[in-house]
C-alpha cells in the first residue's frame, strides 16, 4: 500500500509546519506528517522550512540567529493566503512550533518523517526521536538531502530509519549505491524524475532491497498511477485530494 505523507502538514490547506497543519493532515488521512527541522540560536529545535523567518511569518531574520523566544513572537499564519485574497489565518495566534510540541501532539498511530535542514538538528532529534512511541512503534524517519546528515544520524542511532532526499534532476542508480553502502532505508527523488512511467525507478530500487518515495505529488492522477506501479509512498500538500485518489483505487 502506498504510503500519503502530508507535506509540512496539510500545507495547501493551513500554513505549513505549523501545529493546525499537522492537526488537519491527521484529519485528512495522512499516514503520516513531514516536517522540517532548523536549530535556534540557543539551541532549540524548531520546526520550519526555511532558514530565515522572512517568507512564512511576518518577521525576519536567520533562524540560527535569533533565541526562540524571539523566532515565538512571529505570527506563523501571517503569510499563508486565503482563495480569496485574505490571510485567514493572521492574528490568530499561530506560532512556529518546536519538534517537542510536534511530538507532543502526535497521535498515536501516524508516523513522523522529519527532514533535516541544518546538520546541528541531527543530534537533538535522535536524542528526542530516541524515546518517542512513534520510533518504537517503526513509525519515524529521518531524512536529508545532505548525506553528512543521514550518515550521523546512522552512526547515532542505527535503528532509526533514513532516507535520502534528491535534487531535481540527480540520477536514481548511484544514490541507491550509496543508501545500500551506508545503510538507509529509503531514496525520494523529485516525482518528475520518475518519468511518465515509474515502473523502472521502482524495480530498481527493489532491487537494491530500498524503499523509493518522492515528492510532492499534487495532482489525482498521478498519485494513482505511482500507487497502481507500487510506490512505496509520496508528500503531498494535499493529503484529503491523496486519501481520496488511493480510495478510488480501491473501490
Not at 489565518?89 to 522529519?114: K, N
Amino acid at each position: 500500500m502506498t504510503i500519503v505523507v502530508a507535506h509540512r502538514g496539510a500545507s495547501a490547506r493551513a500554513p505549513e509546519n505549523t501545529l493546525p497543519a499537522f492537526a488537519l493532515g491527521v484529519a485528512h488521512g495522512a499516514d503520516a506528517i513531514e516536517l522540517d527541522l532548523h536549530v535556534s540560536a540557543d539551541g532549540e529545535l524548531v520546526v520550519i522550512h526555511d532558514d530565515t523567518l522572512d517568507r512564512t511569518t511576518d518577521m525576519t531574520g536567520a533562524v540560527t540567529s535569533l533565541a526562540l523566544a524571539d523566532i515565538r513572537r512571529a505570527d506563523a499564519g501571517a503569510m499563508f493566503p486565503g482563495a480569496d485574497g485574505s490571510f485567514p489565518f493572521r492574528d490568530r495566534g499561530l506560532r512556529v512550533p518546536t519538534f517537542a510540541e510536534v511530538l507532543d501532539s502526535l497521535p498515536d498511530g501516524v508516523g513522523l518523517v522529519v527532514e533535516i535542514k541544518a546538520r546541528a538538528a541531527v543530534a537533538p532529534a535522535v536524542e528526542a526521536l530516541r524515546s518517542h512511541p512513534v520510533r518504537a512503534a517503526g513509525r519515524a524517519s529521518l531524512i536529508s538531502f545532505d548525506e553528512r546528515a543521514i550518515d550521523e544520524s546512522r552512526a547515532l542511532d542505527p535503528d532509526l530509519p533514513t532516507g535520502y532526499l534528491l535534487v531535481p534532476g540527480e540520477p536514481l542508480e548511484p544514490a541507491l549505491r550509496y543508501a545500500v553502502e551506508h545503510g538507509h532505508a529509503a531514496v525520494h527523488p523529485w516525482e518528475g524524475d520518475l518519468g511518465m512511467d515509474p515502473a523502472d525507478a521502482i524495480a530498481r530500487a527493489r532491487a537494491y532491497g530500498r524503499e523509493l518515495g518522492c515528492y510532492v505529488v499534487n495532482e489525482p492522477g498521478r498519485m494513482q498511477l505511482l500507487a497502481a506501479y507500487g510506490l512505496w509512498g509520496f508528500v503531498t500538500d494535499v493529503p484529503d485530494v491523496a486519501r481520496a485518489a488511493l480510495s478510488q483505487m480501491r473501490a
